[in-house]
């Protein structure tokens, strides 16, 4: 069986003897750039680039995935916001450059009727990555489709006093925006599993109910997960960062086949509130995959397998001087 299949029985929820390493989150390399002679700000706007650079993480330390696209932003520009590449300093993220709405009423005035926005800005470019990478490593590595969440999508769109303001003074605007993006993301997520990829991680780090609250996280955030999730194709993965605990049954509820945390998550906890469902996670990619040592690594993969992982990832998107060797170290400790 290769370790795709075996990826891809888990996400169909097969029993399988071990929980294998590998990630739907961002996790390029300073040293696999470098191997295929690349700069970082220009994986992001090109289709070939984007492709190698996705998949030299597999072909140097077989951790056996890669995603597209290679940051968070896709889905922004389309809609229309200025996005900064960030040229002149290696290995940063691209970045928004200003707001693009006021409020949330912008969304709720028939932005979406105007425009095909699959058309617009790189969701094509990321389209034709996916299929790119299906050729080269397909065969032996899952292929993920990375995307916002509704919530994380309204704060690159909205400067986050504002949107936070708008929540408290008119929640069912806000509402009905989440929803307007829900529907979006949707048709991005069906293009990029047309494309070729086998799952999709909803990647919605700005809902985290560790960083917003838990009731903001039910009021705003669960609704449109939930109805995202009903119209995305399956397997989906729903990744949200920081202390999820106090609302791991409403993530649970979404409707995503599997559930990623990240360090902060109580795994062993999370194990015993998720039955039925997936649960991924949870290996600091900080402290741990970048920054520790061989044992360290160990020691981080045997917990969370221990705590009852289904997979064990990367808690968030790799740093990207995180080491090949370190990343052969925990795909070996898996």
């Known amino acids: 069986m290769t370790n795709r299949q075996t990826i891809l029985d888990v996400l169909s929820g097969k029993k399988i003897d071990s929980q294998p390493a590998f990630s739907g989150l961002i996790h390029v390399t300073a040293e696999g750039l470098q191997s295929e002679s690349l700069a970082f700000h220009e994986i992001h706007k090109d289709s070939q680039k984007m492709a190698r650079a996705a998949a030299s993480t597999f072909k140097l330390s077989g951790l056996p995935s890669a995603v597209a696209p290679l940051d968070m932003l896709v889905e922004a520009e389309a809609l229309g916001a200025a996005i900064d590449f960030v040229e002149k300093r290696e290995y940063v993220f691209p970045q928004i450059v200003k707001p693009l709405f006021a409020s949330t009423r912008y969304l709720n005035e028939g932005y979406f009727e105007s425009t095909?926005?699959?058309h617009k800005g790189r969701i094509l470019l990321v389209c034709e990555a996916i299929r790119l990478l299906k050729e080269d490593i397909g065969q032996d590595a899952a292929i993920g489709g990375l995307l916002p969440g509704p919530y994380t999508l309204l704060l690159f769109l909205m400067e986050p006093g504002g949107l936070f303001a708008e929540m408290k003074r008119e929640p069912t605007a806000v509402a009905d925006a989440l929803f307007h993006l829900s529907s979006f993301l949707s048709k991005v997520g069906t293009a990029y599993r047309d494309a070729g990829a086998d799952f999709l991680t909803i990647h919605d780090m700005g809902a985290s109910p560790g960083f917003i609250g838990p009731a903001k996280y039910e009021q705003f955030a669960y609704p449109a997960e939930k109805l995202l999730m009903t119209e995305l194709p399956a397997p989906r993965v729903l990744s949200v960062?920081?202390?999820?605990?106090?609302?791991?049954?409403?993530?649970?509820?979404?409707?995503?086949?599997?559930i990623s945390v990240d360090q902060l998550n109580d795994l062993r906890a999370s194990r015993q509130l998720l039955t039925g469902k997936l649960l991924f996670g949870n290996i600091d990619p900080v402290a741990t995959l970048s920054q520790g040592q061989e044992k360290e690594i160990n020691e981080a993969v045997l917990k969370a397998k221990e705590a009852g992982v289904d997979a064990v990832w990367p808690g968030c998107d790799l740093v990207p001087q995180t080491s090949i060797e370190n990343l052969k170290t925990f795909v070996a400790a898996s």
Do not use: K, R, V
């Not at 960062?241 to 049954?249: D, E, K, L, V, W």
């Not at 993530?251 to 995503?256: K, P």
């Open 116 to 118: 095909d926005f699959l």
């Open 241 to 258: 960062c920081g202390n999820t605990n106090a609302s791991m049954h409403l993530l649970a509820e979404t409707g995503a086949e599997a």
